[in-house]
């Protein structure tokens, strides 16, 4: 089963940025979606923006289409997060994960590999 780590997450002003990664091993890399996902204190795990396994273009949650983008390194068994014009509400703990299914899954209990998470905190 793939080992997922994150990496990239601090503190950052309203509107700035930050660039997240989710370094893999343990598993054939290419042969798993994989998603990012948040958790804020009280709220459920959040969908973010994933890749099939077959790559191509993420598919992006409502919430963060134009503001976040997402892409995928398979020779460096890598996968990214760039998060601009942070508000806020984007803090939470940052997730990346992995799935065997077909698609995007968004559901977080369709993932069999989780990373420890990384804390993104946006300041007013």
């Known amino acids: 089963q793939v080992q997922l780590v994150e990496s990239g997450g601090g503190l950052v002003q309203t509107g700035g940025s930050l660039r997240l990664s989710c370094s893999a091993s343990?598993?054939?890399?290419?042969?798993?979606?994989l998603a990012w996902f948040r958790q804020a204190p009280g709220n459920e795990r959040e969908f973010l923006c994933g890749?099939?396994?077959?790559?191509?273009?993420?598919y992006y949650a409502g919430s963060v289409k134009g503001r976040f983008t997402s892409s995928r390194d398979n020779a460096k068994n890598t996968v990214y997060l760039q998060m601009n014009s942070l508000k806020p509400e984007d803090t939470a703990v940052y997730y990346c994960?992995?799935?065997?299914?077909?698609?995007?899954?968004?559901?977080?209990?369709?993932?069999?590999?989780w990373g420890q998470g990384t804390q993104v905190t946006v300041s007013s």
């Open positions: 890749f099939s396994r077959s790559g191509g273009s993420p």
């Open positions: 994960a992995a799935s065997q299914r077909v698609g995007v899954p968004t559901n977080p209990y369709e993932y069999d590999s």
């Open positions: 343990g598993g054939t890399f290419s042969r798993y979606a």
